[in-house]
């Protein structure tokens, strides 16, 4: 199975960038689907951005589309989530997740077997 590891997070002003990282081991990432979510304190764990894995169809939530650039480098068995124009609402811990059994990524947490440990993003106003 695969095991992920995300990096990058940090506290950041709003109108600022971060990116964030996933690192896979044990399996190649390019046999998942990969998504980032975050959960916010007090809220549900919420879809933030997938992407299939050869990387030709990419999903985004609408309050990160324009901002939020999700992207995969297949050869560094690693994921990316570039964040710009950052809000205070985008605080939240970032987690990262891997599936492979669906044609398709899901926005469904549900549907992904395997999670990363989380990376903290605070954007303070």
């Known amino acids: 199975q695969v095991q992920l590891v995300e990096s990058g997070g940090g506290l950041v002003q709003a109108g600022g960038s971060l990116r964030l990282s996933c690192a896979a081991s044990g399996r190649p990432v390019r046999n998942y689907h990969m998504a980032w979510f975050r959960q916010a304190p007090g809220k549900v764990r919420e879809f933030v951005a997938s992407i299939i894995r050869s990387g030709g169809i990419i999903d985004y939530v609408d309050s990160v589309k324009g901002r939020f650039t999700i992207s995969r480098d297949n050869a560094k068995n690693t994921v990316y989530l570039q964040m710009n124009s950052l809000k205070p609402e985008d605080t939240a811990v970032y987690y990262c997740?891997?599936?492979?059994?669906?044609?398709?990524?899901?926005?469904?947490?549900?549907?992904?077997?395997?999670w990363g440990q989380g990376t903290q993003v605070t954007v303070s106003s």
């Open positions: 997740a891997a599936e492979s059994a669906l044609r398709f990524p899901q926005r469904n947490s549900d549907e992904y077997d395997f």
